[in-house]
């Protein structure tokens, strides 16, 4: 069952319609994620779209509910179109919930699906609203992810709690690296993301690490992770500023701060959990806005990351492809000291 919530607005509506018209609130049970996420739908389904409506006007409602469907892949080539309709009869103040079922036409990978809502009275529109939404194939080509909640107890203390399948963290002079043919791992775009996606190609600068202290450390919010997981050495994958010219100057450059980027890939039917640590080791009160996108730049999931000097983890929960954009808000770059990736298990579940 898909449910959403959408909210008419009773002023604005009342306003373009004769006083003695009926007066309708469209609302239902749950909220899409605002912003520019895009919320996953399963391809090749048959789902249902609850939507109760509301009469507060003293004259009957005769209307028509509307859902109709349209997107496309990649290149521009179009889905198929299908509607589905329900007559809607509600007597003054009275509510009544309508269920519109609807096919989700099947699709080789992720895709851009658009709904599109109206409330139809003798041709005249009541409502209506435009939904996006990515549908997610089944296996391997179908891609998703969504943020778990963060860790901000464990700390550099990871051995017992993460990295049971993978892990890569930066120490002095390489990386610490444990691997799986499950699950794959690495930086930046690669070749699978359009230009014209916020990441674009923007592989530049994406393999650079940051080493603030070469020395083994005793400050437990560093990971484990130098001389065979014994040791801590403060480092982090890092990207390095791009060099842009100065407007109104002729050959002054600055520094602007790029993104750091890491690929996932499951290579199998099941969920995954790939936990990135982020620290703000020297307290510079860091920002970082975490993006999660598939490889055609759709944005699943997005958090804002802060309150790092003594490390958190942000946990994603992903199938399939993906990509995962760590953002600077600040003026330094941005820095991931470590990503492990666990299989997905049920206690990840919130509230369990």
Excluded at 263 to 291: E, P, T, W
């Amino acid at each position: 069952m898909f449910l959403k919530k959408i909210c008419l607005g009773i002023a604005a509506l009342a306003c373009s319609m004769p006083a003695s018209a009926a007066v309708v609130q469209c609302d239902d049970l749950q909220r899409p994620p605002a912003g520019p996420v895009l919320q996953s739908m399963p391809a090749a389904s048959v789902l249902q779209h609850k939507i109760l409506l509301v009469n507060q006007g003293s004259s009957t409602l005769h209307a028509l509910l509307s859902l109709q469907e349209s997107g496309s892949l990649q290149a521009g080539r179009p889905l198929p179109r299908s509607r589905v309709t329900a007559p809607v009869y509600l007597a003054p103040h009275t509510r009544k919930t309508y269920v519109l079922n609807f096919h989700t036409p099947p699709v080789p990978h992720n895709a851009l699906l658009q709904l599109h809502i109206k409330l139809i009275d003798n041709n005249r529109t009541l409502f209506q609203q435009k939904e996006s939404f990515v549908l997610v194939p089944q296996g391997t080509e179908g891609s998703s992810g969504s943020f778990l909640p963060p860790d901000a107890k464990t700390m550099g203390n990871w051995i017992t709690r993460y990295g049971k399948e993978a892990f890569f963290i930066p120490v002095f002079n390489g990386q610490a690296v444990k691997t799986s043919p499950s699950v794959g791992f690495a930086r930046g775009t690669g070749k699978h993301i359009p230009t014209d996606t916020p990441l674009g190609n923007q592989d530049e600068g994406q393999y650079a690490f940051n080493v603030w202290n070469s020395a083994p450390t005793t400050d437990n919010r560093v990971l484990l992770g130098q001389s065979g997981l014994t040791e801590r050495v403060a480092a982090a994958f890092t990207a390095m500023p791009r060099l842009v010219p100065i407007p109104g100057t002729r050959h002054q450059l600055k520094q602007v701060p790029v993104s750091l980027i890491f690929r996932l890939r499951a290579n199998d039917n099941l969920q995954h959990v790939a936990s990135f640590y982020l620290l703000d080791y020297k307290k510079l009160g860091l920002k970082q806005q975490i993006n999660v996108y598939d490889r055609y730049g759709h944005l699943l999931a997005g958090t804002l990351a802060e309150n790092l000097q003594n490390g958190v983890y942000y946990r994603v929960a992903y199938t399939g492809r993906v990509l995962v954009e760590i953002k600077p808000l600040t003026v330094h770059k941005p820095v991931c000291s470590g990503v492990f990736i666990d299989y997905f298990t049920q206690k990840e579940v919130p509230g369990r």
